[in-house]
């Protein structure tokens, strides 16, 4: 009864490729989260989405896009993949933007 | 620029004494406080948190310990065991807004 999930676990790809992540939770929350964990272990937020709404968009390329088909899933697309997008990615979700956030276990993505 | 500072990034303790992880802030505007434990190849998971109009808040082995004018949290685990190996994040946020993140403490009890 996992309560967020993500898949892949793992990703390896070439440079310039697009991929996805996705994210799905099943807790009931209306809030959920993308955030990248660089190789200097920094846990930085990429976007938020309250109830299929982006509310928080942090400073990321355009080539990241979320997308949220429903409240129970928030999926990342990465478009022209590069080097230094390797990193790990987690989704997390929480019943409200002030309310405790529950993490997923990560996407270990390999950009070579 | 940091906000969140977890100026350790590792610290070793014997099993059954008390594990004390510190951390700094510099944003006076930070009003939730929240420590969360990662496993290596999990998420980070909620342990504990503290809101900046008290001092201390316990639970179980686990207490947060806030500084308002030192701008300064601290996470106190007694007795440590085998299983608090793993990393703690000290994280921080506004009212609304984001949570930041420190760079986390890698705690190894030891045997």
């Known amino acids: 009864d996992t309560a967020v999930s993500q898949t892949p676990k793992y990703l390896v790809t070439q440079m310039g490729n697009d991929k996805s992540i996705k994210c799905e939770q099943n807790?009931?929350?209306?809030?959920m989260y993308w955030y990248k964990q660089d190789s200097k272990k920094f846990l930085k937020i990429m976007f938020s989405y309250n109830n299929k709404e982006l509310i928080i968009n942090e400073t990321v390329p355009n080539r990241f896009s979320p997308k949220s088909p429903d409240k129970a899933h928030l999926n990342l697309h990465i478009n022209s993949l590069e080097l230094g997008d390797s990193a790990v990615y987690f989704c997390a979700s929480s019943l409200g933007a002030r309310e405790t956030q529950y993490f997923g276990p990560g996407t270990r993505l390999l950009v070579l | 620029d940091q906000q969140v500072k977890q100026n350790s990034p590792s610290l070793s303790v014997q099993e059954g004494r008390i594990s004390i992880l510190n951390c700094d802030y510099t944003?006076?505007?930070?009003?939730?406080f929240l420590w969360y434990k990662k496993y290596p190849a999990e998420g980070p998971t909620f342990l504990i948190s503290i809101s900046s109009i008290k001092d201390k808040n316990e639970d179980g082995r686990f207490t947060v310990f806030l500084n308002k004018s030192a701008k300064h949290l601290s996470l106190h685990i007694v007795p440590s065991q085998p299983g608090d190996s793993a990393v703690y994040f000290c994280?921080?946020?506004?009212?609304?807004?984001?949570?930041?993140f420190g760079k986390g403490t890698r705690l190894h009890i030891l045997p």
């Open positions: 994280a921080a946020k506004e009212w609304d807004d984001k949570i930041i």
């Open positions: 807790l009931g929350h209306d809030t």
């Open positions: 944003n006076s505007m930070f009003d939730y």
